[in-house]
Each structure stands twice: as structure tokens, then as C-alpha cells.
């Protein structure tokens, strides 16, 4: 798509525990319990690439959607945004695979109130997409025939979908999966905002219903609180909208949260100085914590 800066995700789907961090036997069923729904599902996916092709599949249609409900993008055009720069044969067969599991996998989420446990308000049900056989293009490129459900394309048509700024989701690379699944559930979150309104935060109960929505299968907590913190590293790392804040596991009372804090989106922008979901470089980061040091608003980590 060319000017790809951000790309739309369904919310329910970036918070399910449907996304596979590890080694794991996908084709099996599952059924995991999160903070605030419980995914059944056919299978797992894999966060890479899987999660970054379906939702590249859902801005495409966001962008250019057809009266039939198909799209036909060559894999050329889907591989050279995934990977920077013309595919490679290993690449083409990666993203063939990667959309075979999308088609296969059947989900059924469903919301549960994260007081009571009992079933919430919402219900999600079906595939997520249909792949029809390659044609060959004019110019030798293989162009797919995709089809989201019908439930996708409303959720992105009439939903409020998470914006996932696509270089940054890009930048995770597959040593890094804990990191990048955590930073998507973290894209997906309901933040508020905090003070005079120029930074937003929020916090995650640390347990068994977050380590089933992020697909983590250690087998003591404190293992799994000892990655978390490893990944909330990382993210700052790799998303500098977090490291001009705060992410980290704390100890509150006799419980454990993730603890985050961000500047707004107006206020991430004017740090900038521009509007724009592509990283920052080296030299823009510099830039930002000089700005960060002179505004007591913001806590720079």
C-alpha cells in the first residue's frame, strides 16, 4: 500500500488469547480466559506474522473495500510492506502459510464482566477469512483472492478498530514475540487520561488470565513476571512513545501489575513537532528527552 504508516486491528481480536508466543502445537484447540474475554478457538496463531498479515488484510479493506466482499492483492504487495523491500522466495512461501492458518482457524469470543465473571456484552463467532486459489498477475505476481467474514468487515467498517503504527509492530523481530504481543493488548487498551491531560495510562492485573491472553505457558508466576519485565523492556526500547513514559511490573499490596504511562497522542505529537506514526530515529529520540528534561508533565524513563 505504499504510504503505509498505521494499519486498523479489530480490538477484540488484539486482546484475545489467540496469538501463539512460542513454541506451541497450533492446530490444537484452545481455550483461554483473559481479563475480559474467554477466546474458544480451533487452533492458535502465530503473533508473527499471522497477526501483521490479517491486520494489513483489514486496512486494505478499510482502504479499498468491494462491492462482492473479496479482495484481490498480489502477495507482492502484501510481502513488500511486511518486509521493507521485494520479497523472497522464503517469504512468499511464509506468507502463503501464514494465510492458510487465518483461513483454517474458527473462533468464538465472547466478553465476561471482569467483576463478577459472568458473560459480558458482546459475542464474537466465525472464521476470519476465506483464501481462494492464487491467479497468476500480468506481471507474474500472484494475486489472491481474500475474503474477511462478514463480523471482520463490520467491526473495521462500523467498530472503533485499534490503529497500530506499522513500522513500529514491524520493528518487534521474532526473537521478541512476548514483546511484541504485550505492546499489541497494550495498543488495544482503553487508556485514560492522567492530570492536566497530557499523558494517558492504565494498568493490567499480572496472573493467569493475563498470561492466557498473551499466550505465555510458563510454569510458575514468577517466571512469567520475570518475561513480562524483560518485554516491557524491550517495548520501551522499540516504541519511544513508552520510554518518554512509564512501563514496567510493579508490586502493588500483595498483587502484581503492568503499570503504564504515555504521552497523548496531541502531546507525542507536539513533542515531535509533526504528526506521524512512523518511528523516531536516533537523533529524533535525542531530541524528544531533551524536550522531555524541561517538561515536568512527563516522565522520561
Known sequence: MGDLQSV??????????????????????????????VTIASGMLQTSP?????????????????????????LYELGSDLYAGPPSGKDYATLRSSLWRLAWVTVQIYGID?????????????????VGQSRTHGSGQDR???????????AIEEGAPVRIPWQTLRQFDRNHQLAKRLWIYLQAERWRQCGDGSVEGC?????????????????????????LKRACATV??????????????????KTWRIQAERPTWDT???LRGRTTHAPPD??????????????PFLRAV
Not at 467483576?115 to 463467532?125: A, C, S
Not at 489472491?144 to 471482520?152: A, F, N, R, Y
Open 236 to 253: 520501551r526500547n522499540v516504541d519511544a512513545r513508552y520510554a518518554a513514559g512509564h512501563l514496567a511490573v510493579a508490586r502493588v499490596g
Open 268 to 270: 507525542w505529537c507536539q
Open 8 to 37: 486498523r486491528a479489530d480490538r477484540t481480536l488484539s486482546r484475545a488469547g489467540l496469538w501463539a508466543v512460542g513454541p506451541r502445537q497450533l492446530a490444537l484447540p484452545i481455550e483461554a480466559r483473559g481479563l475480559s474475554e
Open 114 to 130: 471482569a467483576l463478577t465473571g459472568e458473560p459480558g456484552d458482546f459475542e464474537t463467532r466465525g472464521g476470519l477469512l476465506d
Open 203 to 227: 494498568w493490567i492485573a499480572v496472573g493467569d488470565h493475563l498470561e492466557a491472553a498473551l499466550g505465555m505457558t510458563y510454569g510458575q508466576h514468577r517466571q512469567a513476571r520475570a518475561a
Open 282 to 295: 536516533d537523533a529524533e529520540r535525542r531530541r524528544i528527552q531533551a524536550k522531555l528534561a524541561s517538561a
Open 144 to 154: 489472491i483472492s481474500v475474503e474477511l467474514d462478514g463480523w471482520l468487515r463490520r
Open 50 to 74: 499471522d497477526f501483521d498479515v490479517l491486520a494489513w488484510l483489514c486496512e486494505r479493506w478499510a482502504r479499498q473495500p468491494t462491492p462482492s466482499g473479496v479482495m484481490r492483492p498480489t
